[in-house]
């Protein structure tokens, strides 16, 4: 297997635009990527909100010094910036929270939003999960890709960087099939379709606590390489884990899309990775594990059907998630909250709502003992986020930022236009 470099690179904030250009530009030189035609640059946004969801998207300052050096380039034609942010939310959204929208008039740059393109189906070879994927136009007939991921701590994958970047190249069927026990597997498979010719990891700050609303804490760097693996084993070392320990970065490891082992990796730059590593030492893993958060409300985990653990990628992500945003969104909610009762899983045991909801999370949820107490269940495999927000932040006492009145015109608005695009797209291509 060939030696990968992966560049490390002090930039201590987001202040001097001129360095972070020279910086991607030197990178650019060293690594010697091939770009050319139409380049579909990503960026992570998975969710991004003016008030309590500014920390877990890939900077605007980044994806403008990325841009702005490759629509230099005479080689590159057109510059895509296109992603597909968290089921249910438009991603133009996002994008206008996030501070996205002036970038649309840099040279060479249009946006594409992947839940309103037509897609394509396309064959894998290598894949396991997916034989076949219905992409977004864009993500087929690119000629060659940027990824500009966000250095980050993911509350079930352990890390989310270069290689799980590739769940927003999906729209909401495709995304949910699969996103349970064997997500990892999942996310290996991706990148058959979504290979990188160049990665460009915003890491000035490290997302803590959760992946969409993370707590920041400050690492002074830019990462950038060519092969996605190397790249993943890197930033899982400095947020504290083994490559191995990550088991997406594991198993496309094992298909041969890239070296783990540093002696199979070549470091270059102005910043030691141990320095990185101590900085990101004893990293917030709130919700890492929901029986740690500082709350009354009681939790029933069971194994997934046929299995013997739990469906840490599943129904259990997207509850830690729902909990992350309605604490952003009102901190201190969840110490606050009812006591109700939530269950995932076959649970083996009696649940005793104690007196308030006992809340039945996902279609393969269900209770061997007795149940005490009044009972809803919210269905999906896995749920999906909004849904069991509604449902527990009701019952549990806590401000649903869907509910919000500040959400209701901007948001339905927003999600208008894209489902009338995305009905125009299917029907005239």
């Not at 890491?203 to 830019?222: S, T």
């Given at each position: ?17 001129r ?27 998975i ?5 309590y ?16 050096v ?26 206008n ?5 002036p ?13 309103e ?25 690119a ?5 500009a991921p ?15 970047l ?28 979504g290979?990188?010719n160049?990665i ?26 060519t ?69 009354p ?29 309605a ?27 104690a007196?308030?909801k ?9 209770v061997?003992?007795k ?18 927000m ?27 236009i ?12």
């Open positions: 297997m060939a030696k990968q470099k992966v560049i490390l690179r002090r930039y201590e904030d987001y202040g001097d635009p360095r972070l250009e020279t910086i991607i530009s030197e990178g650019l030189e060293e690594l010697k990527p091939k770009l050319w035609g139409k380049v579909l640059v990503k960026p992570n946004v969710f991004a909100h003016k008030r969801g500014t920390t877990g998207y890939t900077h605007p300052s980044v994806i403008r010094a990325l841009l702005t490759l629509g230099k380039m005479p080689s590159i034609k057109e510059l895509i910036l296109g992603e597909r942010c968290a089921v249910t939310i438009p991603t133009r959204y996002c994008f929270q996030a501070g996205y929208s970038l649309a008039k840099l040279p060479k740059v249009r946006f594409a939003f992947f839940d393109e037509k897609k394509i189906k396309v064959n894998l070879s290598k894949a396991t999960i997916h034989k076949t994927l219905r992409l977004p136009r864009t993500v087929v007939e000629d060659c890709k940027v990824y966000k250095l980050k701590h993911h509350v079930s994958t352990k890390i989310t960087c270069a290689l799980k590739n769940i927003g190249i999906l729209d909401s069927k495709e995304r949910l099939n699969a996103h349970d026990y064997r997500l990892e597997e999942k996310i290996a498979d991706l990148l058959e379709p290979n990188p160049f460009v990891v915003d890491g000035v700050n490290a997302g803590q606590q959760n992946e969409l609303v993370p707590k920041l804490r400050h690492v002074g760097a830019i990462i950038m390489g092969n996605s693996v190397s790249i993943d084993a890197i930033v899982a070392r400095i947020l504290g884990f083994e490559p191995k320990e990550v088991n997406h970065l594991r198993i496309a490891h094992e298909r041969g899309y890239g070296p783990i082992a540093l002696e199979d990796i070549e470091i270059s730059g102005d910043v030691p990775l141990a320095e990185l590593k101590e900085k990101c030492k004893g990293l917030d893993r709130t919700y890492a594990n929901l029986k740690d958060v500082d709350t409300m009681r939790f029933f985990f069971g194994h997934y059907p046929d299995g013997k653990d739990y469906c840490h990628t599943g129904c259990l992500n997207m509850l830690k998630t729902s909990f992350a945003i604490e952003a969104n009102t901190p201190g909610a969840l110490k606050k909250a009812r006591p109700i009762a939530i269950v995932v899983g076959e649970y083996n045991g009696d649940v005793d709502g007196g308030e006992v809340i039945l999370v996902g279609d393969c949820t269900k061997s003992g149940i005490k107490g009044s009972t809803t269940r919210v269905r999906g495999c896995p749920v999906t986020v909004p849904f069991f509604i449902t527990y932040c009701y019952y549990a006492g806590i401000k649903s930022p869907y509910m919000d009145p500040r959400a209701m015109f901007s948001l339905p608005f927003m999600a208008g894209s489902y009338s695009k995305k009905l125009f797209h299917a029907i005239f291509g």
